[in-house]
């Protein structure tokens, strides 16, 4: 048995499965348990990530390819400023970067409207060829983490940011 909220989840044969159930019955229920389940909602959250970023990646590649066949690659490429040996990156990096970004943006206040269209692409290349997102994703999903600068690489341009969205809002 473990809770998550107002469900509590029970080991049927057949898996785990959630019931309502008061918050209350739940005081004095082992803390174990809650620890398993919190561990194995991590595990499949993972896993949900990803797969899906497989099937992102698997996408992004087919409608790359098919551009190649068309000839158009490259003018497409052109039009959103990126050159062919950046494509690979953008492949491996593509999953869930700006989300992690919009949500980076929105824990610090920042209007991402209010930004330069360079500074948000720019911001975006860098968020997506990070190779430590999951530093990033647990800070935001800490209730009160502040200090992004020792591992985010967008750390001065968002300190910048937030310093022109003060200068303007005074």
């Not at 620890?35 to 990646?57: A, E, F, H, N």
Request: hydrophobic residues 40%.
């Amino acid at each position: 048995m473990a809770s998550n909220g107002d469900l509590i989840w029970v080991k049927a044969a057949s898996g785990w499965r959630d019931h309502p159930f008061p918050a209350a019955a739940l005081r004095g229920a082992s803390t174990k348990g809650v620890r398993v389940m919190t561990t194995l909602q991590d595990l499949r959250r993972t896993i949900s990530r990803y797969v899906d970023g497989g099937r992102k990646r698997r996408q992004l590649r087919r409608e790359l390819a098919q551009l190649a066949a068309m000839g158009s690659l490259d003018a497409v490429l052109s039009d959103v400023g990126l050159a062919r040996s950046q494509v690979e990156p953008l492949i491996a990096g593509c999953t869930g970067s700006r989300e992690l970004m919009d949500q980076m943006l929105a824990r610090l206040g920042i209007d991402p409207a209010q930004l330069p269209i360079e500074v948000l692409r720019d911001m975006t290349w860098t968020c997506t060829t990070c190779p430590d997102k999951r530093k990033c994703r647990v800070w935001l999903a800490e209730a009160e983490g502040t200090d992004f600068h020792s591992f985010c690489p967008n750390a001065a341009q968002l300190d910048q940011a937030l310093q022109n969205q003060h200068q303007v809002g005074a």
